[in-house]
């Protein structure tokens, strides 16, 4: 049986010659009366160093396909079908070959270290411990007994919090909705992968902002989904550059996070907003938009969301109460036409069989109380002083070293570094002197930026991070 390998494509030449011997053996191409060729013999055969073999043997012995005897050489194992012989499955396999990719290894990192002692994280997207309405849900708790029925819930979600939230996005948003307009997610993540899932297919073509969160997600390249980048300035993306994209592909849909967008902060002007909307009206392109910091504007003014300035249904609009309330209560909506809804809230059921009941009781509660005003406006006054803090030491520790547009809400500076840099050995140094950041090239496509988010700390922590920051600039020779 000839073997051959590759060498332009991602998969590893060890996992090429593992598959291939693995296809050979269970065809009955190679026989089990003859050993394999010597780990030797084959590396020089495919012109391939000796480890690469070694590797692919190792694999295939863990999994009970070949026996290694000493002074012998390597053999098909006789006994793979029989009693006596237990095979393992080849996990390693499956978990590279599955369709839905995982996150980028810089994530899962970022993610899995920034929680060890000592470590100040300025890179996770979430609020502090001491923003949390941990007071309100207890009195909450306490007044209000819980006698909701425990079965599956309604496919659209509670139907009480649904039309809390009309009432909520009427006061907060200008925004007029029908109750049956919304659904119930686990946060604005899963809202994201219903309408990837439902609503588009392999081969569609979408746009999202450079850089934005959407960028860092794995879930497009998951489904076969192809993204266009359209730039962000400090008044957010260019009309003009959806125009562009549009004359020379077919777009299926714009993601767009239209205020304090995440990671630069930045707000899109309102002259902006009215021309993507009629683009989205001219060419009859969906606009997903993602509305997580709305709510956290500094000075108190909300303007208008995308939605609420859309007289076509041609929004779907996301948003959770992870950024403004707390990220594990899992409380976000999708709200948009009936039937998109609808088909999402069947995507949905396929998934979880529907939200679970107790935290959409207490988010109604909350998000129904007076209790949910005064939170917010402390929330506002905090995130500032944060903002502040982390300002004041970037630009005293600095020295014009790295240069920002100072965010009016949200909670992310998104930050220039003004020396060629590779941002990830940049992080790498930062978390040896116990502080994280995300590194702009997750985000987006532009080399030298990163992302601090002052919602997880406080002034104190903030400081610091920003001096251990520094110390790694300096180390890395900046």
């Not at 003009?240 to 714009?254: E, F, G, N, P």
């Amino acid at each position: 049986m000839q073997f051959m390998l590759d060498r332009s494509i991602k998969k590893p030449m060890y996992r090429q010659l593992a598959e291939q011997i693995e296809n050979g053996i269970i065809s009955g191409d190679l026989s089990q009366d003859q050993p394999l060729p010597s780990e030797r013999e084959l590396a020089k055969k495919l012109q391939i160093n000796r480890s690469t073999v070694v590797t692919a043997y190792d694999e295939l012995e863990a999994i009970g396909l070949i026996v290694r005897k000493k002074g012998s050489g390597t053999y098909i194992n006789t006994d793979i079908w029989g009693l006596t012989h237990k095979r393992v499955p080849n996990w390693g396999r499956y978990v590279e070959d599955g369709s839905f990719l995982p996150n980028l290894p810089l994530v899962q990192k970022l993610r899995n270290e920034t929680e060890q002692e000592g470590m100040i994280n300025l890179s996770s997207g979430e609020l502090a411990a001491d923003l949390l309405p941990n007071d309100q849900f207890a009195r909450i708790l306490k007044d209000h007994a819980f006698d909701e029925h425990l079965g599956y819930d309604h496919p659209l979600g509670d139907a009480g919090l649904r039309e809390t939230i009309c009432k909520h996005v009427k006061t907060y948003k200008n925004m007029v909705v029908d109750p049956n307009s919304i659904l119930i997610t686990s946060g604005a993540q899963q809202a994201i992968h219903l309408i990837v899932q439902c609503l588009l297919k392999p081969g569609d073509t979408v746009a999202i902002e450079d850089p934005s969160y959407a960028f860092s997600l794995p879930i497009f390249q998951s489904f076969g989904i192809r993204t266009l980048l359209l730039p962000v300035d400090q008044y957010g993306l260019n009309p003009d550059d959806i125009v562009a994209l549009q004359r020379k592909h077919r777009i299926r849909m714009l993601f767009l996070n239209p205020d304090y967008q995440n990671p630069t902060g930045t707000k899109m002007s309102l002259e902006r907003r009215k021309r993507i909307l009629e683009l989205s009206s001219k060419y009859g392109i969906p606009i997903i938009e993602d509305d997580p910091y709305n709510l956290t504007s500094f000075d108190g003014r909300i303007g208008p969301t995308l939605k609420s300035m859309d007289d076509n249904e041609n929004v779907v609009y996301i948003s959770s109460l992870s950024k403004v309330v707390a990220s594990g209560l899992r409380i976000g909506w999708i709200i948009g036409p009936e039937k998109v809804i609808k088909r999402l809230s069947d995507g949905k059921q396929q998934i979880d069989f529907g939200h679970s009941v107790f935290p959409q009781w207490l988010a109604n509660q909350f998000l129904d109380s007076p209790q949910f005003d005064k939170h917010v406006s402390n929330l506002r006054i905090q995130l500032r002083e944060r903002r502040n803090a982390l300002i004041l030491a970037l630009d005293s520790l600095t020295k014009n070293e790295v240069t920002y547009l100072v965010p009016q809400g949200g909670i992310h500076l998104w930050c220039k570094i003004n020396h060629e840099i590779d941002e990830y050995k940049l992080l790498e140094e930062s978390m040896k002197k116990g502080v994280s950041f995300v590194p702009g090239r997750i985000m987006g496509s532009t080399n030298g930026y990163v992302r601090f988010t002052y919602g997880k700390g406080n002034g104190a922590s903030i400081q610091e991070g920003i001096s251990r920051f520094v110390y790694a600039l300096r180390s890395y020779g900046v």
